[in-house]
């Protein structure tokens, strides 16, 4: 198994640009999730889903829009970027039911820049 | 509100020693606390969980203490080692209505020096 797999691993954007981060796991998850990660500020959720076709908003989600129309993938997507979206970006997953203890399972994660 | 509290922010030891790492939270309804490694330009990967009835748990050099009453839980390190560098991120779960909801402390960065 892979895991849960992010690309690109950086990307620079001038503003007002778009672009998609993109997130796929292989362990069929139910839950999947993005949080921004910036200096001396624990993670921050941007967006969740807790399975293909539900999506709902974390604590941060302005200027951020997501999808998932399969299990697997859950893609990020920037609409007009600005430099305050310079972070390190975390796709996150973990399994529904029984098998769900509450474990999330991180992707290695995306790096933007917004200059 | 929801909190966690991380100390300390930071902590340079030398190879061999053993250090402490503190986690106030908090958190309501409480349903387990996790501690998370996370390498530099990596994701967090999770080291133990304790859950409200656990008091210690141990995953080799690493152990986990939690005092539900005091709200407060600890990670040790034992005889660090180079490979412990890393940030150590404290996460508190909250489950409503059956839902999960993560509230994570902003981490203590460990360097681990020979």
């Known amino acids: 198994n892979a895991g849960v797999t992010q690309t690109p691993k950086f990307q620079v954007l001038k503003t007002g640009q778009s672009m998609t981060l993109q997130c796929a796991q292989d362990m069929n998850h139910e839950y999947m999730s993005w949080y921004r990660q910036d200096p001396g500020m624990g993670l921050r959720l941007i967006h969740y889903?807790?399975?293909?076709?539900?999506?709902d908003q974390g604590e941060v989600p302005n200027g951020y829009n997501v999808s998932r129309s399969t299990t697997e993938d859950f893609p990020l997507r920037l609409l007009s970027a600005a430099p305050s979206q310079t972070s390190v970006y975390f796709c996150a997953s973990r399994p529904g039911g029984s098998a769900n203890t509450g474990e999330l399972f991180f992707g290695e994660g995306s790096r933007l820049t917004v200059l | 509100k929801n909190q966690v509290e991380q100390s300390p922010q930071s902590l340079i030891i030398l190879e061999g020693k053993n250090c402490t790492l503190q986690c106030n939270y908090t958190v309501s309804p409480f349903s387990n606390l996790r501690w998370y490694k996370q390498d530099t330009g990596r994701g967090p990967v999770s080291l133990t969980i304790?859950?409200?009835?656990?008091n210690t748990k141990s995953n080799g050099r690493y152990t986990a203490t939690l005092d539900a009453d005091t709200k407060q839980s600890s990670l040790h390190i034992t005889a660090s080692q180079l490979s412990d560098s890393a940030s150590y991120i404290c996460v508190v779960s909250a489950i409503t209505s059956g839902t999960y909801k993560y509230i994570f402390g902003t981490g203590t960065r460990l360097k681990v020096l020979a």
């Open positions: 304790m859950t409200f009835s656990e």
């Open positions: 889903s807790v399975g293909a076709g539900i999506t």
